[in-house]
Nanobody, 122 residues
Framework: QLQASGGGLVQAGGSLRLSCAAS????????MGWFRQAPGKEREFVSA????????LYAESVKGRFTISRDNAKNTVYLQMNSLKPEDTALYYC?????????????????WGQGTLVTVSS
C-alpha cells in the first residue's frame, strides 16, 4: 500500500513537500514515481527514483524546482517542490513498480496511492 500526504494550498513561489509511505512487500520495489493530473488533463509524469540504483528522473517542467529523494529505512519517498507555479496545481499520485523498465511511463507501475491535492494560487 502507498499513502501519499503533504498536499495543500500554497501561493505561487512557495514550497511543499509530498511524502509517500510504502507498506507491505517493499523488498520487490524497483522504483517509485510521482505523477500528477490536473482537471481536464491526462495524468503526467513528474519524477521517479529507483529504490537502490539511484536513478532519478524529472519531467522537463519541474527540473530545477522539484527534488525527489528516498528514505529506505522508512520506506518513504519524498517530493520537495519549490518555486511552485499555478500550473503545478494537480492531484499528485505516488506509484511503485516492481519491474525494471521506463520509470516515466505510468503503465509500468503496479501500485498507486490515493493522491494528494496540490493547489497553487497566483
Amino acid at each position: 500500500q502507498l499513502q501519499a500526504s503533504g498536499g495543500g494550498l500554497v501561493q505561487a513561489g512557495g514550497s511543499l513537500r509530498l511524502s509517500c509511505a510504502a507498506s507491505g512487500r517493499t523488498s520487490s520495489t524497483y522504483g517509485m514515481g510521482w505523477f500528477r493530473q490536473a482537471p481536464g488533463k491526462e495524468r503526467e509524469f513528474v519524477s521517479a527514483i529507483t529504490w537502490r540504483g539511484g536513478i532519478i528522473l524529472y519531467a522537463e517542467s519541474v527540473k530545477g524546482r522539484f527534488t525527489i529523494s528516498r528514505d529506505n529505512a522508512k520506506n518513504t519517498v519524498y517530493l520537495q517542490m519549490n518555486s511552485l507555479k499555478p500550473e503545478d496545481t494537480a492531484l499528485y499520485y505516488c506509484a511503485a513498480k516492481t519491474g525494471s523498465g521506463r520509470l516515466n511511463q505510468a503503465g509500468g507501475y503496479d501500485y498507486w496511492g490515493q493522491g494528494t491535492l496540490v493547489t497553487v494560487s497566483s
